[in-house]
């Protein structure tokens, strides 16, 4: 195998593009969130089909709008959101490893479904690992998401193979519009009404989202208390004084006084991730994870 | 009575450990060595805990060889009562409360009756037991202000508090260790950098310990500003 140093150039970032892994765990001490894949997935998907380990670190691409180029070539594959990937006049799918050659743009069209697109690389990205780990997020890492005409340093490790024109054929899970959840701590103290509610009504999400978390539209009415500071999760589901339901997500803060009424599971988190303002989900309860 | 500590699994590798609701330094005492405890005997599962006032969740990592027996743990929390706990420190943090810095410490004290001066001391002359860290990297959540300054957090947070900021919001205060939006009441800022992530700094307070804020003028607080080595007093308590 041979390697090289190169650059990517990002002339378009787009609305939100990254740098994530797996994320930092060990650090909640100091208050750290653990940051990382929005779908870890999708992501672990991009990562397995390059033959790379699934929690490498990857381009996190928020809606598209991205355009860049390399200065080596390099195998690359995309997953997560549905996009076409532009370069110069051929179009890749997703799941479709291809050949990035030097000077060639990448462009991707505005995604046809889904939120976040992974590009995995037969290259290491060259940036720091703040605590263990390359996700960005402000201010453990100098920025939050890539600006136009940034440059990233790559050590490319071009293999001594090349792509056919195969696509691998992957269910397209993202469809499914049941998170599967635990009872939170807090759910109990919800009236049965409440209960059912959450477990049998659909959620729409809102425009309310980022990578901290995700607020749903519809409220749920109650009477519960805050509570003390406790610790939260990526995948808690808050419910605030007024009712709304936050879908606390990857960069989320570590404790929160918020009811903890639901916990989705790590496949439902990157499920709901690709969701999109507007689409709605229900939240299919499980039993109890182990007994007490 | 329900029995201590109680045990509730949020997901296959979450578990929280709840103690009697409350906040107070014996439960945070008697948390810390068991955590540390935990920590240490199941460092293979675990990928961290974290902490709240009155519960910790301990945070298995996704594959482990052996499934996580729940009288292991228990037994864990038994045997870490043994163990010695350890040292505490004090801390001493240089704060200027100074109108200059503090753009709520005016409106604070006409709208609580209280003369600045009074605030400062009620402020100053307390210790601080340092809970946990959340909200923000280096964001310290302390226990033992004073009734007298308790105080709703603003209805309209601020766009941008800034970094060392000093503030009260509700029953607590704490310091703000990078600039970030906030809806606390800024009544003092530090010189003392908490948090320099690029240098990979971290904060040396540890849950347990405890803070006292020292007060200083605007002139020493600009002198000590510039000092980026800036280090504290402290004592073993």
Known sequence: MRLCKGEISIIKAGPFTSVQDAGRFGYADFGIPTAGFMDAISAGIANLLLGNQACAPCLEVFAGGLALKIDQPCLLVAAGADADIQVGGQVFRTHQPFTLKPGEVLKISPFRSGQWLYFAFTAKFEVPAPFESKSFYFPITSKSRFHDGDKVVMHFSMPEYSPTNCRVGIRDWKLFRSLEVFAGPEFHLLSVYNQETLTHKSFSLSSMQNRLGIQLNEPLEHNLPEILSSPVFPGTVQLTPSGKLIVLMRDAQITGGYPRILQLTETSISLLAQKRPGESVTFSLLPPPKPT | ?237
Request: net charge neutral.
């Open chain 2, 1 to 237: 009575m329900k029995k201590e500590p109680e045990f509730f699994w949020l997901s296959y590798n979450l578990l929280e450990i709840s103690w009697k609701e409350g906040i107070n330094e014996e439960t945070l005492l008697k948390m810390l060595p068991i955590k540390a405890y935990l920590l240490k005997h199941l460092s293979t599962e675990l990928r961290e805990i974290r902490m709240g006032y009155h519960r910790m969740t301990l945070h298995f990592k996704e594959f482990i060889s052996e499934p996580i027996d729940l009288n292991d743990i228990m037994q864990l929390i038994e045997n870490a009562e043994t163990v010695k706990a350890p040292p505490r420190k004090r801390w001493y943090i240089p704060v200027c409360y100074s109108s200059d810095v503090a753009k709520d410490i005016l409106p604070l004290s006409s709208s609580k009756r209280i003369p600045v001066e009074e605030l400062v001391n009620e402020h100053s002359q307390r210790e601080y037991v340092l809970f946990f860290y959340g909200f923000l990297p280096g964001f310290m959540y302390l226990g033992g202000l004073s009734e007298r300054l308790y105080t709703p957090r603003k209805a309209v947070p601020d766009p941008i508090i800034q970094a060392g900021s000093v503030a009260i919001g509700g029953h607590q205060t704490g310091i703000y260790p990078m600039d970030s939006p906030g809806g606390w009441h800024v009544i003092g800022r530090t010189p003392y950098r908490l948090f320099d992530s690029l240098r990979k700094k971290m904060p040396p307070f540890l849950p347990g310990d405890r803070i006292r804020f020292c007060p200083i003028s605007l002139n020493e607080y600009y002198m000590l500003r510039d000092n980026t080595e800036l280090s504290l007093d402290h004592e073993v308590m």
